[in-house]
């Protein structure tokens, strides 16, 4: 979907790319087409879909079938299972992304990147996983695990992608970033939005995402909605089956001075039934040191103070 400015040129725009010929050959004809299709997006709207992304089906069931398992549990359970701001059960109402808004309507559950000989003290964003005794590890853990393996090395892809769009830039330092990442699985139910005219009811408040880039899988119910920056306007993100939606985090705008826009989202489940979504967040290396890569002035910061500023505001 796309607007287009007075000047007959793009200015809003969340195509979906297949990712296929470049995972095929990222040195072809048909690959440098892709960059620039996503170079596109990342400079309008900071959002667009892939498919021929290579997840496996049957991976991406099981993953929605352990979230829907999880959530079955009773809320008493499930409270057993909560831990620090990033990992384990979160009930509904712990976060408040958008500020005059109620506390999001959604429940979530965390789960990050497994580290060898991981033992206490833990650093922020690197403490041990939580796993549900009352779920069999084939049924949860197994699958996520798999899965988080899996969706490290799309984001991997797609931030040499996004690394090739950017031409006039020193990109060297995704390499470090890359390595030994924060990032994070989170499983979301989102209840039916309730029969109100509150508009301070919100399924996910309007806000802006903390790290590089997003991968989210959608279950096929409506929810997800763009900010057009253009025309002020909220623009739906409709579900397409097995695709990712992936969009820009505010890292990689501060990297790019603003060229990759980090763009105001929210989700209202006006599905009329449960809303299942599992997002992916490539956060970095907590060391990796983010500045503008133009050379323009700009304090910066760490990934690991960056994180822990954003969880304080919205936790």
Known sequence: MASAQGNGQAAFSIPTVDLKAYLTNPHSAEAEGIVEQIRVACTTSGFFQVTGHGVPEALQDRVFAAAK???ALPDDEKRKLSGKPGRGYEIIGTQTLEAGKKPDR??????????AGNKPPYRPFQEANIWPAQLPESQFRQPLL???RAMSD?????????????KDFDTTVFDDFCRDPIAAIRLLHYPPHPNTEDATLVGAGAHTD??????????GHSGLQVLNQFSGEWTDVPPRERAYVVNV????EAWTSGTYKSNVHRVINSSGTDRY???FFLDGNADCVIRPLDGSHGKPFTVEEHMLSRYASTY
């Open 69 to 71: 398992a999880l959530f």
């Open 106 to 115: 959604k429940e979530g559950y965390f789960i990050g990147r497994e580290i």
């Open 146 to 148: 798999g899965y988080h």
């Open 154 to 166: 799309l984001s991997f892809h797609l931030m040499r992608i996004l690394a090739r769009g950017l």
């Open 210 to 219: 903390f790290g590089a880039i997003t991968l989210l899988l959608q279950d």
């Open 249 to 252: 985090g505010d890292m990689l």
């Open 277 to 279: 979504s599992v997002p």
